[in-house]
T-cell receptor, first 113, second 115 residues
Framework: SQTIHQWPATLVQPVGSPLSLECTVE??????LYWYRQAAGRGLQLLFY??????ISSEVPQNLSASRPQDRQFILSSKKLLLSDSGFYLC????????????FGPGTRLTVT | GDSVTQMEGPVTLSEEAFLTINCTYTATGYPSLFWYVQYPGEGLQLLLKATKADDKGSNKGFEATYRKETTSFHLEKGSVQVSDSAVYFCALSRGGGTSYGKLTFGQGTILTVHP
């Protein structure tokens, strides 16, 4: 069966520090991968998606970037964190172009101080 | 573009009460529709789905019917439990192709069930 992992689970970082969040999927190949941010426990904002290794599409201009160095690995990064980067970051995957539902990871709670 | 609108919350119910959370959508064509549930501090879990008109998705006592004529996908449960307290999200997807499997979410509805 397929599983999705995110780490770390929680992170407290000072303003101006770098960021690296990792997401990996097991039990599948060539998934579509997605990064979301959720503020205040409500709405989800799609940040990036990837349909293959090295292929990244950005949904909103911001302080963050994403990379996909391996088929089942998706990384969210920042060179210098802002206070506004605080939130709950969720990674999700979908098996492929014919599948519609997404499956979400457990999330990373980021607090920028 | 596509959009999903959910009823404003929060919704507060007593245990064993009937639940309805309204969801309407705007999209061309025939999207797939979903309900996700998020428990405190966790990621989203797929609750149920429907991929074509008149389909009924069901899971854990929850149901929703894809109504093309009213562009709706309302979530219902006959008897809620305290453990159903969570945030519920309605979403749609056009699937692959140029949509790349992206989901369009509603704003979420907070449900609190009291004993």
């Amino acid at each position: 069966s397929q599983t999705i992992h995110q780490w770390p689970a929680t992170l407290v970082q000072p303003v101006g520090s770098p960021l690296s969040l990792e997401c990996t999927v097991e039990g599948t190949s060539n998934p579509n991968l997605y990064w979301y941010r959720q503020a205040a426990g409500r709405g989800l904002q799609l940040l990036f998606y990837s349909v293959g290794i090295g292929q990244i599409s950005s949904e909103v201009p911001q302080n963050l970037s994403a990379s996909r160095p391996q088929d089942r690995q998706f990384i969210l990064s920042s060179k210098k964190l802002l206070l506004s980067d605080s939130g709950f970051y969720l990674c999700a995957w979908t098996p492929g172009p014919e599948d519609h539902e997404q499956y979400f990871g457990p999330g990373t709670r980021l607090t920028v101080t | 573009g596509d959009s999903v609108t959910q009823m404003e919350g929060p919704v507060t119910l007593s245990e064993e009460a009937f639940l309805t959370i309204n969801c309407t959508y705007t999209a061309t064509g025939y999207p797939s529709l979903f309900w996700y549930v998020q428990y405190p501090g966790e990621g989203l879990q797929l609750l149920l789905k429907a991929t074509k008109a008149d389909d009924k998705g069901s899971n854990k006592g929850f149901e929703a019917t894809y109504r093309k004529e009213t562009t709706s996908f309302h979530l219902e449960k006959g008897s809620v439990q305290v453990s159903d307290s969570a945030v519920y999200f309605c979403a749609l997807s056009r699937g692959g192709g140029t949509s790349y499997g992206k989901l369009t979410f509603g704003q979420g509805t907070i449900l609190t069930v009291h004993p």
